[in-house]
Protein backbone atom coordinates (compact mmCIF):
# COMPACT_ATOMS: atom_id res chain seq x y z
CA UNK A 1 0.00 0.00 0.00
CA UNK A 2 1.88 3.40 -1.00
CA UNK A 3 2.04 5.84 2.04
CA UNK A 4 1.22 9.57 1.73
CA UNK A 5 2.84 10.95 -1.32
CA UNK A 6 4.13 14.83 -0.94
CA UNK A 7 5.43 16.89 -3.89
CA UNK A 8 7.59 18.66 -4.34
CA UNK A 9 10.40 17.18 -1.76
CA UNK A 10 12.55 20.44 -2.01
CA UNK A 11 11.67 24.19 -3.04
CA UNK A 12 13.73 26.98 -3.34
CA UNK A 13 12.82 30.46 -3.83
CA UNK A 14 12.97 34.27 -3.45
CA UNK A 15 11.35 35.75 -0.90
CA UNK A 16 7.53 37.43 -2.21
CA UNK A 17 7.73 34.48 -4.59
CA UNK A 18 4.05 32.26 -4.03
CA UNK A 19 4.77 28.36 -3.60
CA UNK A 20 2.08 25.66 -3.56
CA UNK A 21 2.74 22.17 -1.97
CA UNK A 22 0.73 18.68 -3.04
CA UNK A 23 -0.14 16.10 -1.20
CA UNK A 24 -1.89 12.93 -1.72
CA UNK A 25 -2.99 10.83 1.46
CA UNK A 26 -3.33 7.19 2.17
CA UNK A 27 -6.22 5.67 -0.09
CA UNK A 28 -9.27 5.66 2.65
CA UNK A 29 -8.29 8.05 5.08
CA UNK A 30 -10.86 10.92 5.88
CA UNK A 31 -8.32 12.75 7.78
CA UNK A 32 -6.09 14.98 6.55
CA UNK A 33 -3.64 17.41 8.45
CA UNK A 34 -0.56 19.64 7.05
CA UNK A 35 2.02 20.53 9.87
CA UNK A 36 4.87 22.82 9.53
CA UNK A 37 8.29 21.71 11.11
CA UNK A 38 11.17 24.25 11.81
CA UNK A 39 14.53 22.92 12.26
CA UNK A 40 15.28 20.86 16.13
CA UNK A 41 11.43 21.18 16.71
CA UNK A 42 8.85 19.13 16.94
CA UNK A 43 5.76 19.33 13.68
CA UNK A 44 3.19 22.25 14.14
CA UNK A 45 -0.20 21.65 13.60
CA UNK A 46 -1.35 24.50 10.60
CA UNK A 47 -4.71 22.85 9.41
CA UNK A 48 -6.64 19.70 9.51
CA UNK A 49 -8.93 18.20 6.96
CA UNK A 50 -12.52 15.73 7.80
CA UNK A 51 -12.95 15.05 4.13
CA UNK A 52 -13.23 17.97 2.24
CA UNK A 53 -14.21 20.21 5.30
CA UNK A 54 -11.42 22.11 7.09
CA UNK A 55 -12.02 21.78 11.22
CA UNK A 56 -9.09 23.22 12.22
CA UNK A 57 -7.05 26.23 10.98
CA UNK A 58 -6.38 27.63 14.03
CA UNK A 59 -3.02 27.84 13.66
CA UNK A 60 -3.07 28.64 10.03
CA UNK A 61 -1.58 32.49 9.32
CA UNK A 62 -4.77 33.34 7.13
CA UNK A 63 -2.96 36.16 5.77
CA UNK A 64 -0.34 34.16 3.70
CA UNK A 65 -1.46 30.90 3.65
CA UNK A 66 -4.28 28.86 2.05
CA UNK A 67 -5.20 25.36 1.64
CA UNK A 68 -7.55 23.31 -0.07
CA UNK A 69 -8.99 19.74 -0.13
CA UNK A 70 -11.43 19.23 -2.84
CA UNK A 71 -13.65 15.96 -3.15
CA UNK A 72 -12.02 14.97 -0.02
CA UNK A 73 -8.66 13.06 -1.55
CA UNK A 74 -5.34 15.15 -2.22
CA UNK A 75 -4.62 18.40 -0.94
CA UNK A 76 -2.39 21.85 -1.80
CA UNK A 77 -1.42 24.24 0.86
CA UNK A 78 -0.15 27.51 -0.78
CA UNK A 79 1.57 30.51 0.73
CA UNK A 80 1.38 33.90 -1.07
CA UNK A 81 3.96 36.39 -0.71
CA UNK A 82 6.17 33.74 1.02
CA UNK A 83 8.90 35.45 3.72
CA UNK A 84 11.97 34.46 5.08
CA UNK A 85 10.13 32.74 8.49
CA UNK A 86 8.26 30.48 6.61
CA UNK A 87 11.71 28.35 5.45
CA UNK A 88 11.21 24.99 7.01
CA UNK A 89 9.91 21.31 6.56
CA UNK A 90 6.03 21.22 5.08
CA UNK A 91 4.55 17.77 6.71
CA UNK A 92 1.60 16.24 5.49
CA UNK A 93 0.02 13.60 7.27
CA UNK A 94 -3.47 11.60 7.12
CA UNK A 95 -5.28 8.85 9.50
CA UNK A 96 -8.41 6.80 8.98
CA UNK A 97 -11.94 7.58 10.67
CA UNK A 98 -12.93 6.30 13.80
CA UNK A 99 -12.10 6.67 17.61
CA UNK A 100 -9.66 9.45 18.36
CA UNK A 101 -6.08 8.96 18.64
CA UNK A 102 -5.41 7.71 15.48
CA UNK A 103 -2.43 6.87 14.46
CA UNK A 104 -1.22 9.35 11.89
CA UNK A 105 0.76 8.85 8.64
CA UNK A 106 2.97 11.27 7.93
CA UNK A 107 4.64 11.89 4.20
CA UNK A 108 8.65 12.47 3.35
CA UNK A 109 8.23 16.53 3.61
CA UNK A 110 8.52 19.28 1.34
CA UNK A 111 11.55 21.36 2.46
CA UNK A 112 11.25 24.65 1.78
CA UNK A 113 13.77 27.67 1.47
CA UNK A 114 13.14 31.02 1.08
CA UNK A 115 15.86 33.60 0.14
CA UNK B 1 0.79 28.26 28.98
CA UNK B 2 1.04 24.74 28.08
CA UNK B 3 4.53 22.85 27.57
CA UNK B 4 5.47 19.93 26.39
CA UNK B 5 9.37 19.07 27.85
CA UNK B 6 11.93 16.26 25.85
CA UNK B 7 15.68 16.47 26.98
CA UNK B 8 17.03 18.81 24.37
CA UNK B 9 20.79 17.03 24.37
CA UNK B 10 20.90 14.09 22.89
CA UNK B 11 21.07 10.55 24.33
CA UNK B 12 24.42 8.39 23.56
CA UNK B 13 24.27 4.96 24.87
CA UNK B 14 25.89 1.73 24.53
CA UNK B 15 24.68 -1.30 21.92
CA UNK B 16 22.59 -3.36 24.41
CA UNK B 17 22.16 -0.70 26.88
CA UNK B 18 18.13 0.55 27.34
CA UNK B 19 17.78 3.96 26.30
CA UNK B 20 14.85 5.95 28.27
CA UNK B 21 13.36 9.11 27.37
CA UNK B 22 11.34 11.22 29.28
CA UNK B 23 8.37 13.67 28.25
CA UNK B 24 7.12 15.82 30.70
CA UNK B 25 4.35 18.48 30.26
CA UNK B 26 2.27 21.42 31.80
CA UNK B 27 -1.19 22.34 31.69
CA UNK B 28 -2.47 19.95 29.51
CA UNK B 29 -4.61 16.77 30.50
CA UNK B 30 -4.05 14.56 27.70
CA UNK B 31 -6.62 11.74 27.05
CA UNK B 32 -3.69 10.16 25.39
CA UNK B 33 0.24 10.36 24.38
CA UNK B 34 1.96 8.86 21.26
CA UNK B 35 5.54 8.56 20.60
CA UNK B 36 6.82 8.64 17.15
CA UNK B 37 10.23 8.26 15.52
CA UNK B 38 11.86 10.42 12.80
CA UNK B 39 14.48 9.89 10.85
CA UNK B 40 16.85 12.26 9.14
CA UNK B 41 14.89 13.65 6.10
CA UNK B 42 11.89 11.38 6.71
CA UNK B 43 8.22 12.06 8.35
CA UNK B 44 7.45 10.93 11.90
CA UNK B 45 6.30 7.50 11.93
CA UNK B 46 4.49 6.30 14.67
CA UNK B 47 5.33 3.39 17.67
CA UNK B 48 2.91 3.40 20.20
CA UNK B 49 0.02 5.19 21.58
CA UNK B 50 -1.00 5.40 25.51
CA UNK B 51 -4.24 6.13 26.97
CA UNK B 52 -4.80 8.43 30.19
CA UNK B 53 -6.52 5.13 32.01
CA UNK B 54 -3.20 2.99 31.16
CA UNK B 55 -0.27 3.23 32.99
CA UNK B 56 2.04 0.61 30.44
CA UNK B 57 2.04 -0.36 27.27
CA UNK B 58 4.39 -2.76 25.39
CA UNK B 59 5.66 -3.68 21.67
CA UNK B 60 8.45 -5.72 21.27
CA UNK B 61 11.34 -4.17 23.16
CA UNK B 62 9.61 -0.99 23.38
CA UNK B 63 7.74 0.05 26.88
CA UNK B 64 5.84 3.54 27.05
CA UNK B 65 4.73 4.39 30.74
CA UNK B 66 2.09 7.52 31.55
CA UNK B 67 1.72 9.12 34.73
CA UNK B 68 -0.76 11.93 34.89
CA UNK B 69 0.06 12.78 38.41
CA UNK B 70 3.63 13.60 37.60
CA UNK B 71 2.46 14.71 34.07
CA UNK B 72 5.22 12.31 32.37
CA UNK B 73 5.66 10.00 29.75
CA UNK B 74 8.90 7.22 29.99
CA UNK B 75 9.92 5.80 26.65
CA UNK B 76 12.31 3.06 26.71
CA UNK B 77 14.33 0.83 24.13
CA UNK B 78 15.65 -2.50 25.66
CA UNK B 79 18.98 -3.74 24.15
CA UNK B 80 19.34 -0.76 22.30
CA UNK B 81 20.73 -1.54 18.51
CA UNK B 82 23.07 1.34 16.35
CA UNK B 83 19.79 0.91 14.00
CA UNK B 84 17.44 2.67 16.59
CA UNK B 85 19.81 6.12 16.20
CA UNK B 86 16.81 8.77 15.33
CA UNK B 87 15.23 11.71 17.05
CA UNK B 88 11.79 10.46 19.28
CA UNK B 89 8.78 12.59 19.46
CA UNK B 90 6.38 12.91 22.23
CA UNK B 91 2.89 14.21 21.24
CA UNK B 92 -0.30 15.10 23.27
CA UNK B 93 -3.57 14.38 23.08
CA UNK B 94 -4.67 18.02 22.19
CA UNK B 95 -8.38 17.65 21.07
CA UNK B 96 -10.17 15.33 18.93
CA UNK B 97 -7.33 13.75 16.26
CA UNK B 98 -5.27 16.82 17.53
CA UNK B 99 -1.82 16.64 18.59
CA UNK B 100 0.81 18.77 20.37
CA UNK B 101 4.63 17.56 19.62
CA UNK B 102 7.33 18.13 21.53
CA UNK B 103 10.69 19.22 20.12
CA UNK B 104 11.87 15.63 20.34
CA UNK B 105 15.39 13.96 21.54
CA UNK B 106 17.66 12.81 19.30
CA UNK B 107 19.06 8.97 20.53
CA UNK B 108 22.67 7.90 19.39
CA UNK B 109 23.45 3.99 19.95
CA UNK B 110 26.85 3.04 19.50
CA UNK B 111 28.67 -0.40 18.97
Known amino acids: EAGVVQSPRYKIIEKKQPVAFWCNPI?????LYWYRQNLGQGPELLIR????????DSQLPKDRFSAERLKGVDSTLKIQPAELGDSAVYLC?????????????FGPGTRLTVL | SQKIEQNSEALNIQEGKTATLTCNYT??????LQWYRQDPGRGPVFLLLIRENEKEKRKERLKVTFDTTLKQSLFHITASQPADSATYLCALAGGYNKLIFGAGTRLAVHP
Open chain 1, 49 to 56: YENEEAVD
Open chain 2, 27 to 32: NYSPAY
Open chain 1, 27 to 31: SGHNT
Open chain 1, 93 to 105: ASSAAGTSGNEQF
